[in-house]
Nanobody, 124 residues
């Protein structure tokens, strides 16, 4: 049974930082591209960042570029999202996802597995 479990969310003031983790089990982690998405109340889920099977390839939404960093530890089957200089508009439920390749990560229904999400709230 595949599981993706996010953690690290919480309440932070604008300008602060949080580090999200997504621990996986039941899948061969190193063979999947991993990504982070978020969904704010009343809005559609949107792409945030993704990393390829190796750590050489990453991509980011324009809204988080330069503030967020995605990384992975294949030995720990875990993907991370370091979020710095947080803004109130970053408030959302953050989900991690696994996809067969980096190219399908941003394609609708291109993800194979999803986590249950973790709430991030940034106060002004």
């Amino acid at each position: 049974q595949v599981q993706l479990v996010e953690s690290g969310g919480g309440l932070v003031q604008a300008g602060g930082s949080l580090r999200l983790s997504c621990a996986t089990s039941g899948l061969t982690f190193s063979t999947y591209a991993m990504g982070w998405f978020r969904q704010a109340p009343g809005k559609e889920r949107e792409f945030v960042a993704a990393i390829g099977r190796s750590v050489d390839y990453t991509m980011y939404a324009d809204s988080v570029k330069g503030r967020f960093t995605i990384s992975r530890d294949n030995a720990k089957n875990t993907v991370y999202l370091q979020m710095n200089r947080l803004k109130p508009e970053d408030t959302a439920v953050y989900y991690c996802a696994a996809a067969g390749s980096l190219g399908t990560m941003r394609v609708p229904r291109g993800q194979n597995y999803w986590g249950q999400g973790t709430q991030v709230t940034v106060s002004s």
